[in-house]
């Protein structure tokens, strides 16, 4: 059996490695321990800057609702609209508030009061949702006011929200199977990568093209050392989400592991089709760079894949971390079974066929 | 100064000389410009709703049909048990379910406030909350309730300063620009230098009598050359194909930049000092530019929600200052004036990095 | 196969190898017989290392025909690698394994069997006096004692024929001295030996030597042969002869 002989050598020369055993240990840990802390999207201490124009008894107490929120700082006020934009430019305010005059008077007649809310919305997420915070807390305040003055506003039809599979919305909880997978996505896409192309180059792949060796046998003895290290990567990740966060899948654990294992499998091969294919390390190393920013940023893992155009959803179409994400999310945090999934998992084995099928045919030993 | 010029030449020669790899320098960046710039994006799009109706009306018919016509939301379907509603969600086919409870067979009748609960399925949390925000602004406005209950009392209007179509590639192009920048610029750098250690060559030109700052000059000229030019093609791209605006002065965001990239090109450098082969500047520049240039930089997570520690941490990412004056600039168009705080920062590195990698490389020297 | 054929391990016919414009071997026609000690000389860049890529199926001909052990070069290359040794002129084992272990990883491609592979690995370190280093890094050998190991790994599976890319570069005269000794051993076992070398003197160690020169074969029989043709004293002067007509530098 030449295949014990290959692997033998594949993982003694992945043990001694002088990087790779290292990164092994340090990405689970950044991932789990540091990561989750970055990647936040809740909207928070927003600076707001006040343009008080009524300084009424309503006003101010409008501009305490504001202070009291725990979405929002209040950095400051302004004698006018303009010095309050230049604090949005010099970046010291989010929001300006700018409260007209007779804010008071209008209200108390009920001849209805306009107040201006200007956000700054380069980011767009932060401006929408900040300036809709900030419209929930005027709207709380006006109802609180009206009952006050016994005006009693009665809605045609009530509208109530409830939110499923991460009630606390607990961006944490979204984001972790997401950073589990970048590990995956890194590790057994890039060390594949380097592999043969690195042969090539110092030259060792020349006395094994001489050999009787199969194709088969060469190129799965270079795979199942990047299986085992993603398989051993991916459970350290998921005991630490749980010993840390408590974070528990909802769905069976053994439907994320043939999750798991149909990626690891995807990128592993699809490391070594790249690396058969270059001439040079550089060269690998350019490619996979592309590919892996098309993997990560375009399978769903840090922005949705229905927020794209069309034709952006086309390729994510084709992008094999996407399934995987979604198997990984939908058995994770909602807890679906096998066939809610199904279609995932049968793109994910197609990949898993192709890719390896061109790895072991992209591998020539006779140029 | 002659034969400076000649080293020149021929690191040029020898860089043009790979098509291939000259092809990924030049064609990589602008692919990922326009891919990225598009498909990067939260916008709330596509948001698939589907309904449950036990008692259907005409009033829910129209509701349903004016959610269709909306750019937010595409009706995937209807729901016709309560189990419907569970396989909707846990299958990913719905995003939000409409569940129209059965008040509404007397709607508009005296004494009765039908309800319309959104079961939304909440995995991601913003998109959660900016989704249900809209759609119940949706059907608020269809039934003329009074938004959020304010009456005629207080009526806010909302601005949104400088991004007023919610285009999302304006908060993420500068972050995709100095992200492939930065690694493009320092991968390419490290990489050929420890190359030419592992063939060498660069043995062999160290010990010609010319000085090895010369060639360390003669060898950053090109790759600063490949670098602008991808500066360039990077901005005509923002503009033509994104549509992004250049509100601020053209000359000081390039000027800018290429403080920027020379920034990356000496980070290169210190790498290519550092390491020994190709594989581990690679893998440096790789992990130790890309994971926290992506994650920290403030391109696709706002710096501030982070906790405190890592806000410190982020400051010594290049990318971050970047990031920030490039949105101040081209975005928003302030004066260069406005970004003094940035320049001084990414200049005071570029002076330690370069430092740190001549002494570095003067050290391996003797 | 007939007899005659069965002494002729090594057949080239016009074979022919181009690189887009460039003949890096230019029909090239030769005979090896069974167990001789061929040697293939030219100057750098003659198409020496890129005609012994084609016989070890390593790099398939343009044009011409070519045999080795009875099989095609062209089709057959994976039957012909089952039955040759190689060793190429870049030291190309793996530096990051010992030893033993490089030795094990190709005995076992081979099909060696593992009961073999231990005894006879055991019985080759002594006898290249390299048991004490079984436990070293590759990278840590001498140059001289990595071509010693590299050689013993192309021959440890008994193949028919082993072809060796200037398997002496770079080391002084008494370690070339001593690598002849094992080249001779192989050829004594039955091996049939086909070498390049730049080194004259070595030439002179060869039973037939063939001379290459642009890619061509510009002359070929037996050592004393082509110093009575180009009446010189030594092959050197052979060699520089034919090398005046070289139009290709270095």
């Not at chain 1, 014990?4 to 990164?23: A, D, G, S």
Request: with cysteine; proline share 4%.
């Amino acid at each position: 059996m030449i295949l014990k002989y290959l692997l033998e050598k594949e993982f003694k020369q992945f043990r001694r490695n002088p990087i790779f055993p290292r990164l092994m240990v340090a990405f689970p840990i950044l991932i789990i321990f540091v990561f989750p802390w970055v990647t936040t999207f809740e909207v928070q201490n927003i600076k707001v800057t006040v343009v008080d124009d009524d300084n009424s008894t309503l006003s101010h107490r409008l501009t305490h609702e504001i202070e009291n929120s725990r979405y929002f700082n209040l950095v400051g006020a302004e004698p006018s609209y303009q010095l309050g934009l230049a604090d949005v430019e010099k970046g010291t305010a989010d929001v300006v508030l700018d409260i007209p005059r007779d804010f008071e008077k209008n209200m108390i007649r009920r001849s209805g009061s306009n107040i201006q809310i200007s956000a700054n919305a380069v980011n767009g997420i932060k401006g929408n949702i900040g300036s809709s915070y900030l419209n929930a807390i005027v709207a709380q305040f006006a109802t609180k006011i009206a009952s006050e003055h016994g005006l009693k506003v009665q809605p045609a039809v009530n509208v109530i929200t409830q939110n499923r599979f991460n009630e606390y919305l607990d961006y944490k909880k979204f984001m972790i199977p997401a950073l589990i997978t970048m590990v995956l996505i890194l590790l057994c896409g890039f060390f594949p990568t380097l592999n043969i192309v690195s042969e090539k180059e110092i030259g060792t792949i020349e006395q094994i093209n001489v050999t009787p060796v199969g194709k088969a046998s060469f190129i799965i003895a270079k795979l199942i050392p990047y299986w085992a290290m993603g398989l051993i990567v991916f459970t350290v990740c998921f005991f630490l989400a749980w010993l840390t966060y408590g974070f528990a899948p909802q769905g069976n654990v053994l439907l994320i592991y043939l999750d798991a294992v149909l990626f690891i499998m995807f990128m592993s091969g699809f490391g070594l089709v790249v690396s058969n294919n270059s001439a040079t390390m550089q060269q690998a190393m350019f490619v996979m760079f592309f590919c892996i920013m098309v993997f990560i940023l375009m399978s769903g893992l840090f922005t949705p894949i229905h927020s794209m155009p069309q034709w952006a959803q086309d390729i994510a179409f084709f992008n094999p971390p996407r399934y995987y994400i979604e198997i990984m999310r939908s058995v994770f945090l909602k807890g679906s079974n096998f066939m809610e999934n199904w279609f995932s998992y049968m793109m994910l084995a197609i990949f898993d066929l192709l890719i390896n099928f061109w790895a072991i045919l992209s591998y020539r030993k006779q140029s | 100064m002659k034969k400076m010029l000649s080293f020149i030449r021929k690191e040029f020669y020898h860089i043009f000389r790979d098509k291939r790899t000259m092809l990924i320098l030049i064609g990589m960046p602008m692919v990922q410009i326009i891919l990225f710039g598009f498909a990067i994006s939260n916008d709330v799009k596509n948001v698939r709703v589907a309904y449950y109706a036990p008692h259907y009306n005409n009033d829910i018919q129209k509701l349903v049909a004016k959610i269709d016509a909306n750019d937010y939301f595409i009706v995937v379907g209807k729901c016709t048990t309560k189990e419907d509603i569970n396989h909707a969600l846990l299958s990913g086919k719905a995003d939000i379910v409409a569940y129209f409870d059965r008040d509404f067979s007397k709607i508009g009748k005296k004494g009765s406030t039908p309800t319309v609960n959104l079961i939304i399925d909440a995995c991601d949390p913003n998109m959660a909350t900016m989704e249900s925000t809209i759609l119940t602004q949706v059907i608020n406005d269809y039934f003329k309730n009074p938004a959020g209950g304010t009456g005629a009392l207080l009526v806010p209007h909302t601005r949104l300063l400088y991004n007023p179509s919610m285009e999302s590639s304006y908060n993420f192009v500068p972050g995709i620009m100095g992200l492939i920048l930065m690694v493009i610029c320092a991968m390419m750098t490290s990489i050929s230098i420890v190359r030419e250690k592992e063939v060498g060559t660069m043995e062999v030109l160290l010990v010609s009598p010319s000085r090895p700052m010369g060639i360390i000059f003669a060898k950053m000229v090109p790759y600063f050359t490949i670098s602008c030019l991808n500066l360039a093609t990077i901005l005509v791209l923002s503009v033509f194909v994104l549509k992004l605006p250049i509100a601020g002065s053209l000359i000081g965001l390039i000027l800018f930049a290429m403080l920027y990239i020379a920034l990356a090109l000496a980070f290169g450098l210190l790498i290519s000092t550092i390491m020994k082969t190709q594989v581990s500047a690679m893998l440096v520049s790789m992990m130790g530019l890309l994971m926290p240039t992506m994650l920290l930089s403030g391109m696709i997570y706002p710096v501030e929600n982070m906790p405190a520690i890592l806000q410190w941490i982020s400051a010594v990412i290049p990318a971050r200052w970047f990031i920030t004056a490039v949105r101040k600039v081209m975005i928003q168009g302030l004066p260069m004036a406005a970004i003094v705080k940035e320049i001084a920062v990414i200049g005071g590195m570029l002076i330690i990095i370069t430092g740190l990698s001549l002494k570095n490389f003067k050290k391996r020297l003797e | 196969m007939n007899d005659e054929m069965g002494n002729k391990v090594i057949i080239a016919e016009n074979l022919t190898k181009k690189f887009g414009n460039f003949t890096a071997v230019d029909h090239i026609t030769f005979e090896v017989e069974r167990g001789e000690i061929f040697g293939f000389l030219g100057a750098n860049g003659a198409g020496k290392t890129t005609a012994m890529r084609m016989f070890c199926g390593l790099s398939r001909p343009t044009e011409g025909k070519g045999s080795v052990g009875g099989f095609d070069v062209r089709t057959q290359a994976e039957q012909i690698k089952k039955n040759i040794g190689y060793m190429s002129q870049k030291f190309s084992l793996y530096e990051d394994l010992k030893v033993w272990e490089n030795i094990r990883l190709f005995a076992g491609i081979y099909g060696v069997k593992e009961g073999e592979i231990k005894s006879r690995s055991e019985e080759l370190l002594h006898r290249l006096g390299l048991y004490e280093e079984r436990d070293s890094f590759v990278k840590s050998l001498p140059l001289g004692w990595k071509q010693k190991l590299a050689f013993s790994v192309a021959i440890f599976h008994h193949p028919k024929i082993v072809f060796l890319d200037e398997p002496t570069g770079g080391v002084d005269p008494i370690a070339r001295r001593q690598f002849w000794e094992l080249i001779y051993e192989a050829a004594d076992q039955g091996i049939t030996i086909f070498v390049t070398t730049h080194y004259m003197d070595e030439a002179e160690y060869c039973n037939r030597v063939s001379i290459m020169v642009d890619g061509r074969i510009d002359a070929l029989d037996t050592p004393r042969n082509l110093k009575e043709q180009f009446g010189t004293t030594d092959m050197d002067g052979v060699f520089r002869a034919l090398a005046r007509k070289a139009k290709r530098g270095d």
